[in-house]
């Protein structure tokens, strides 16, 4: 059989797109840190999150020192707001140290996004999300849900001021 030289080239150039979209798909969930959910947050019953009766922290959700070097912040979504995050209680860290944010919802599915760093996890009810992050400079970011959620879910957003 003959392959044409035309031809040839235009099977190289299939193929390399080929390579070229699976490593860009395994780059951004390998390489890029993009968390994805799965069960290594452990999981939650929604209705004892959303009663405040887990028996947990998610009971009483915020920022919790572990040690000097290590902060774990816990974070209920629920329609249409970020306990704590949104309003008038921004979440409040410390500069290069290491956090961990553990999100679950009280309801429906929502994301948890802060603007301007790669933290960025899908918030489903039952699971608890877990990403850890360490914060180089000193602001306010923005936290904001990018999963529709409701009538509501444009309006659901926060701020996470990473402090000296
Ligand atoms: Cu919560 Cu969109």
Redesign the pocket.
């Known amino acids: 059989m003959q392959v044409h030289n035309f031809e040839k080239v235009w099977l190289g150039a299939a193929l390399l797109l080929i390579v070229g979209f699976i490593a860009t798909i395994s780059y951004g969930t390998v390489g890029a840190g993009i968390a994805m959910v799965d069960d290594s947050g452990g999981q939650i019953d929604p209705q004892a999150v959303q009663s405040g009766e887990t028996g947990t922290t998610f009971d009483d959700p915020g920022v919790v020192k572990q040690n000097d070097s290590h902060y774990v912040v816990y974070v209920v ?1 629920q ?2 707001q970020f306990v704590p995050g949104s309003g008038d209680n921004p979440i409040q860290v410390p500069a290069n140290t290491l956090v961990t944010f553990k999100v679950t919802s009280a309801d ?4 948890f996004a802060i603007t301007g760093t790669n933290i960025n996890t899908m ?1 489903i009810p039952g699971q608890v999300a877990e990403v850890t992050a360490r914060f180089d400079e000193t602001g306010t970011y923005g936290l904001v ?6 009538a ?3 309006t ?1 957003g926060g701020s996470v001021e990473v402090v000296p």
Do not use: I, L
């Open positions: 979504a329609q249409f429906v599915m929502h994301g918030v849900c990018h999963e529709y959620c409701g509501g879910h444009h659901m």
